[in-house]
């Protein structure tokens, strides 16, 4: 199609200015424009949220317990002080750290309840972005002292504080003299935890890495090495160099294997929402359609008189295809402004809802976080802006064929 000239550009543009006779067509164009624009605008938000809610997953749940833990297919790693520095030297690595976990059996005040006992250096508990600032009362300084860190769930459940102990009950035995018990342990608390996530703050307790080593009767060993990585999507490559590194005597399980379940749900919801809402804009292109054959069918006699002043197929294509796809442009970027708009300040605008209606939009203690997250990646961003503006000019390639292929003759006949 050869470029498009002053003349296109100018019988376009008036095409465009709908007269009073035109004013259906007018309207049409206009419910076009809109109907992009809100479908591109809605397509951003939701995106855009959607990818918050993802984001703020991986960050609690897989930020909390470790993007790939390492462990010995013999059982525990006793030589976790080795497979941490190895692991450490890989790129893209943040941090590497041996843990302990076990379940046991946690009571205080005559309540008793299942938790899950980790067992973690003090410096790397500190140094745990999800856990930082997440403290509601008790210091992480005697931790390396037998004491323990509880979540507040817990502790409200078992009616416990910083100072008070907790009994934890091991699922193994010992032997005494008189036959096999429980093996049991009263711990003080020394900090209560909150993190927002009400399947850690309820179970979760942690414990220094060498009190755990006795508790669970695993000397100078560990369960595992735990890791971190810069960029957790990435795991797949962590895997074949860290694997290569360490040899077959060890496995990896991963943050996507552990919580393949939830992520392939988000992953489908994500997919179909993206599906539906392009429809809308789908919709807005079949507008933009029907408002150019009519706009053809209105100006069959303008296009027969162009067309014997001379004017080529082509140059008549060309004009009609710039009054649709001006329709789609403008409204693509105001979708686009839109969109961005509102993504960018989406939590400012739901607090201005909620006092405005004075019903609760987004409830904390339902989502467990306390803002709407969104989080806009400028890739998805582009693909819905090239898909509005492809459907645009998709949409105008049929009205604007049909209007170079009109007979000027047979036009004239039949007015």
Do not use: C
Request: glycine residues 8%; positive net charge; proline residues 4%.
């Amino acid at each position: 199609m050869a470029a498009f000239g002053t003349f296109e550009r100018m019988m376009a543009t008036r095409y465009l200015r709908a007269r009073r006779q035109e004013g259906f067509i007018s309207v049409i164009a206009w419910f076009s424009l809109i109907g992009i624009a809100l479908g591109v605008a809605t397509l951003i938000i939701v995106m855009s949220v959607m990818n918050g809610f993802r984001h703020e997953l991986i960050t609690r749940i897989v930020g909390f317990n470790g993007h790939i833990t390492i462990y010995s297919n013999a059982g525990p790693v006793p030589d976790y002080e080795d497979v941490t520095r190895s692991v450490r030297g890989i790129g893209g690595v943040t941090s590497a750290a041996p843990i302990i976990d076990g379940q046991v059996m946690a009571t205080a005040n005559g309540v008793a309840s299942g938790a899950l006992v980790r067992g973690v250096r003090s410096e790397d508990l500190a140094s745990r972005r999800t856990f930082a600032g997440k403290l509601r009362a008790g210091k992480l300084d005697t931790f390396d002292d037998e004491e323990i860190v509880i979540g507040h769930r817990l502790a409200q459940k078992l009616r416990l504080a910083v100072g008070d102990k907790l009994t934890l009950v091991a699922p193994t035995f010992q032997a005494t003299a008189l036959g096999s018990i429980p093996r049991t342990r009263a711990y003080p608390i020394a900090a209560i935890f909150d993190v927002g996530m009400a399947e850690i703050d309820g179970a979760y307790v942690f414990m220094p890495l060498a009190a755990a080593q006795i508790f669970f009767r695993l000397p100078e060993a560990a369960s595992g090495v735990e890791v971190m990585l810069e960029n957790p999507e990435r795991v797949g490559d962590f895997r074949a160099l860290a694997q290569s590194r360490l040899g077959p005597n060890y496995r990896l399980f991963d943050w996507q294997q552990a919580n393949a379940g939830i992520m392939n749900a988000v992953k489908v919801e994500r997919n179909v929402m993206f599906l539906i809402l392009t429809l809308i804009i789908v919709v807005a292109a079949f507008n933009i359609i029907s408002s150019l054959i009519m706009l053809v069918k209105d100006k069959t006699r303008d296009i027969a008189i162009l067309r014997t002043m001379g004017a080529t197929p082509g140059a008549i294509m060309r004009v009609f295809f710039m009054s649709g796809a001006a329709v789609g442009v403008l409204g693509t970027l105001t979708g686009f402004g839109l969109g961005l708009a509102f993504a960018l300040n989406i939590e400012t605008i739901r607090q201005w809802i909620q006092k405005l209606s004075g019903a609760e939009l987004f409830s904390a203690e339902i989502y467990f976080l306390s803002q709407l997250p969104a989080r806009t990646e400028l890739p998805e961003v582009i693909a819905v802006v090239l898909m509005g503006l492809g459907l645009s000019f998709l949409a105008t390639l049929y009205p604007s064929w049909r209007a170079a292929r009109l007979d000027p003759v047979e036009a004239l006949r039949h007015e």
